[in-house]
T-cell receptor, first 112, second 113 residues
């Protein structure tokens, strides 16, 4: 079945760039998403990319998609302590009826 | 605009007891999802409704879990009897259509002792 994999932890210093990586297996993925989850809160959609795009930039966020390798990354520029959270990658396959398959999440720790 | 509302936020029960969670989606959203998020894992879809019909319940443990959305608006998720491994956060999400952006509630955290 479909699978999404992420590394579990990332630690960076405030002001540095963070890069969170994700790999997926479903070659029919139409959209790929990045969600942020803060402690005790629900999931907040950060950004998404359509599968026919290579890159999308949104303020401090840059999403890169390598469809051939089924690799997705999220770069956060000028990382702040408020960016500390768990980041989930998710994919939505063609004809999945809206279902999202999530990775296990990457915990980002930003040190001052 | 009001977001997705869920209750209760926290629930502690003993194994073999029953529990029910309630979700009120964003007004006008036809698609409703229940996800289970076990600590340290990503959310996993339990069931998806389109209006009051089930689209996908392939990962719902039907021997103990049930869900309904009778009038195509609110939904309830029930677990009976609960097991220790059901301890998780149950997230409700809604979207305008099947391909629309998902909006998540804050979740209902269940602890089974």
């Amino acid at each position: 079945g479909e699978d999404v994999e992420q590394s579990l932890f990332l630690s960076v210093r405030e002001g540095d760039s963070s890069v969170i990586n994700c790999t997926y297996t479903d070659s029919s993925s139409t959209y790929l998403y990045w969600y942020k989850q803060e402690p005790g809160a629900g999931l907040q959609l950060l950004t998404y990319i359509f599968s026919n795009m290579d890159m999308k930039q949104d303020q401090r966020l840059t999403v890169l998609l390598n469809k051939k390798d089924k690799h997705l990354s999220l770069r956060i520029a000028d990382t702040q302590t408020g960016d500390s959270a768990i980041y989930f990658c998710a994919e939505r396959g063609y004809n999945q009826g809206g279902k999202l398959i999530f990775g296990q999440g990457t915990e980002l720790s930003v040190k001052p | 605009e009001a977001g997705v509302a869920q209750s209760p936020r926290y629930k502690i029960i003993e194994k073999r007891q029953s529990v029910a969670f309630w979700c009120n989606p964003i007004s006008g959203h036809a698609t409703l999802y229940w996800y289970q998020q076990i600590l340290g894992q990503g959310p996993k879809l339990l069931i998806q409704f389109q209006n009051n019909g089930v689209v996908d319940d392939s990962q719902l443990p039907k021997d103990r879990f049930s869900a309904e959305r009778l009038k195509g608006v609110d939904s309830t998720l029930k677990i009976q009897p609960a097991k220790l491994e059901d301890s998780a956060v149950y997230l409700c999400a809604s979207s305008f259509g099947r391909d629309g952006e998902l909006f998540f509630g804050e979740g209902s955290r269940l602890t089974v002792l």
